[in-house]
């Protein structure tokens, strides 16, 4: 009886949920998995033989790292609104330009997966036509992507989801699933990362985000 009312009542509220922006979830993941890529795959090369090595006599390798290799996959099946296409298509490279990427693997993908892995540039991504508008489908553009040469570090897929995913991750590949939410309200695949592109908090409830 001796805590003042107003205090009762500051205790019993709920605490809001602080919405971090999901552009900028985006960006922390590639960030995240880009930076693992780079900093656990570090090799040796006699390219560049060490400095220290040439006055000891002896020539020894150095170490070198290198720049991990990306595949945008796109779903531009029927059920994809532009809007949510372009928007997050905007944000994806963005965040490959600030990591300093200046080429990609891009596919656009649907059930007849009639579209060829292209090499481009990030700065041709935004201004590629959208085809397809078939049906969601994900094992075919994902063998196709695990088959290129260079082998990509990382996808990002954008869909809303709702399609037909492999059983597991494709060996070696990390993958962002960037999802444009809809009714159907679920992960596509039980691997991967998930970035939901809304500040819906109770979408991303919903997604488990």
Not at 36 to 43: A, W
Not at 72 to 78: A, H, K, L
Not at 104 to 112: E, F, I, L, S
Not at 133 to 143: A, I, N, Q, S
Request: hydrophobic share 35%.
């Amino acid at each position: 009886g001796n805590v003042p009312g107003s205090l009762v009542e500051a205790l019993n509220e709920k605490p809001e949920r602080s919405v971090v922006p999901w552009e900028r979830v985006l960006h922390m993941m590639i960030r995240s998995s880009s930076g693992r890529i780079m900093c656990g795959q570090t090799d040796f090369s006699m390219r560049r033989p060490s400095r220290r090595s040439t006055t000891r006599g002896v020539i020894r390798p150095s170490m070198i790292s290198r720049r991990p290799e990306v595949a945008f996959i796109e779903d531009v099946s029927g059920s994809m609104g532009k809007p949510q296409i372009l928007s997050s298509r905007a944000e994806i490279v963005g965040a490959l330009r600030a990591l300093g990427i200046p080429q990609a693997w891009y596919v656009g993908a649907d059930t007849q997966f009639a579209h060829k892995p292209l090499r481009v540039t990030i700065r041709d991504i935004a201004k590629l036509p959208i085809y397809g508008r078939g049906g969601t489908d994900f094992v075919g553009p994902l063998e196709a992507i695990a088959k290129l040469n260079p082998k990509p570090d990382l996808v990002i897929y954008t869909t809303d989801g709702d399609g037909r995913a492999p059983e597991k991750a494709p060996k070696g590949i990390q993958v962002i699933w960037c999802i444009v939410p809809n009714s159907y309200g679920r992960r596509p695949a039980p691997w991967g990362k998930l970035v939901l592109v809304s500040n819906d908090q109770a979408l991303r409830d919903a997604y488990g985000v």
